[in-house]
């Protein structure tokens, strides 16, 4: 296993990110969710294979994927060696501390994440978005708070504009409490808008990317013909503001990797991954991991060094596009 600080901090990570949204309880829409029977082999393998960085979030299977974590941890491996990572936001039931980062919200839901994952500390706690109907003092003061109380080291963000990250780093400086250090953004071949304003932006502040989605739900792990994985047939076609998730284009990008990787004799997953390693502002991709395989693949990408050749190809098809999920 490779390893980096996440971000400026001296926090060491594995440059692989086990991705922990697969694990839990289901339902229709999620149909590709393990339990913690199902989850036991992916889990030990992670351990094997020196994956120390873990990441959930209290929303996955509405805090389901947070017991399973917390209960893993427990049984296979010891708490001071990993790095736990989770994340609040989203809706977790009715009532005003339920969702969003209001100082209610903050305070509330670090509290049930702390007991579903059966630990006394977070060592990155982040906002799964940016919240519109929150002042930036609000959350950043709460979050600081969270971090002086010993419940969580280090603070992280995910998936929003630039401005918006720019707006609550500013808040967190003016106010003189904890900043982001890392970022979890939305980054593969196929979904490479974070270039523009975002990588730009953590170089300069010394914020590391944690990337969610570098395979695209699988459909950058296999060739365009065959028919996709149970995670990316349930992807839907558009995110909820109605933007395309993938576009016709993106067959080329496919094609591309599936040549190359079929040239050097490793997985498609190992090319598109190790695409995503090699920009020096990504800290370690988070793979969401439903067969021991998805790790194995994704610690062989540390040790593939693409070409500039190999890697302009691999870039040529991409199309400008709106990002999703924000």
Same mark, same amino acid.
């Given at each position: 296993?490779?390893?980096?600080?996440?971000?400026? #901090?001296?926090?060491?990570?594995?440059? %692989?990110?086990?991705?922990?949204?697969? !694990?839990? *309880?289901?339902?229709?829409?999620? #149909? =590709?969710?393990? *339990?913690?029977?199902?989850?036991?082999?992916?889990?030990? $393998?992670?351990?094997?294979?020196?994956?120390?960085? =873990?990441?959930?979030?209290?929303?996955?299977?509405?805090?389901?994927?947070?017991?399973?974590?917390?209960?893993?941890?427990?049984?296979? #491996?010891?708490?001071?060696?990993? /790095?736990?990572? #989770?994340?609040?936001?989203?809706?977790?039931?009715?009532?005003?501390?339920?969702?969003?980062?209001?100082?209610?919200? /903050?305070?509330?839901?670090?509290?049930?994440?702390?007991?579903?994952?059966?630990?006394?500390?977070?060592?990155?706690?982040?906002?799964?978005?940016?919240?519109?109907?929150?002042? +930036?003092?609000?959350?950043?003061?709460?979050?600081?708070?969270?971090?002086?109380?010993?419940?969580?080291?280090?603070?992280?963000?995910?998936?929003?504009?630039?401005?918006?990250?720019?707006?609550?780093?500013?808040?967190?400086?003016?106010?003189? =409490?904890?900043?982001?250090?890392?970022?979890?953004?939305?980054?593969?071949?196929?979904?490479?808008?974070?270039?523009?304003?975002? !990588?730009?932006?953590?170089?300069?502040?010394?914020?590391?990317?944690?990337?969610?989605?570098?395979?695209?739900?699988?459909?950058?792990?296999?060739?365009?013909? $065959?028919?996709?994985?149970?995670?990316?047939?349930?992807?839907?076609?558009?995110?909820?503001?109605?933007?395309?998730?993938?576009?016709?284009?993106?067959?080329?990008?496919?094609?591309? %990797?599936?040549?190359?990787?079929?040239?050097?004799?490793?997985?498609?997953?190992?090319?598109?991954?190790?695409?995503?390693?090699?920009?020096?502002?990504?800290?370690?991709? %988070? +793979?969401?991991?439903?067969?021991?395989?998805?790790?194995?693949?994704?610690?062989?990408?540390? *040790?593939?060094?693409?070409?500039?050749?190999? /890697?302009?190809?691999?870039?040529?098809?991409?199309?400008?596009?709106?990002?999703?999920?924000?």
């Amino acid at each position: 296993m490779h390893h980096t600080h996440l971000g400026s #901090t001296g926090l060491t990570v594995s440059r %692989i990110v086990l991705g922990c949204m697969s !694990f839990g *309880d289901g339902n229709e829409k999620q #149909t =590709w969710t393990l *339990d913690a029977e199902a989850a036991e082999p992916i889990f030990r $393998e992670a351990v094997e294979l020196g994956i120390t960085f =873990w990441d959930t979030a209290n929303v996955y299977g509405r805090g389901s994927s947070e017991r399973v974590t917390g209960e893993a941890i427990r049984k296979y #491996t010891r708490r001071e060696d990993v /790095v736990l990572a #989770t994340k609040l936001f989203g809706e977790m039931g009715p009532g005003p501390g339920q969702s969003g980062l209001s100082r209610r919200a /903050v305070l509330e839901q670090v509290d049930a994440s702390l007991q579903r994952l059966g630990t006394d500390w977070i060592d990155l706690y982040q906002i799964h978005r940016f919240d519109p109907a929150t002042p +930036v003092e609000e959350t950043m003061e709460a979050l600081h708070d969270v971090v002086k109380a010993g419940k969580v080291r280090y603070l992280g963000a995910s998936s929003m504009w630039a401005w918006q990250f720019a707006k609550l780093q500013s808040a967190a400086d003016l106010g003189g =409490w904890t900043r982001f250090v890392s970022m979890q953004n939305q980054y593969s071949l196929a979904q490479r808008e974070e270039e523009r304003e975002m !990588f730009p932006l953590l170089a300069d502040q010394g914020v590391g990317s944690i990337p969610w989605g570098p395979l695209q739900a699988g459909k950058m792990a296999r060739p365009w013909s $065959e028919q996709g994985t149970a995670r990316a047939g349930d992807e839907p076609e558009t995110d909820p503001k109605g933007n395309p998730v993938r576009l016709d284009s993106d067959k080329g990008i496919v094609d591309a %990797i599936e040549r190359i990787a079929g040239e050097r004799g490793v997985s498609m997953a190992q090319v598109a991954l190790a695409w995503v390693l090699r920009n020096p502002v990504v800290d370690a991709p %988070i +793979v969401g991991a439903t067969k021991v395989h998805h790790l194995r693949d994704a610690v062989a990408a540390l *040790d593939v060094e693409l070409t500039d050749e190999e /890697v302009a190809a691999l870039e040529e098809h991409y199309v400008s596009r709106q990002p999703t999920f924000f």
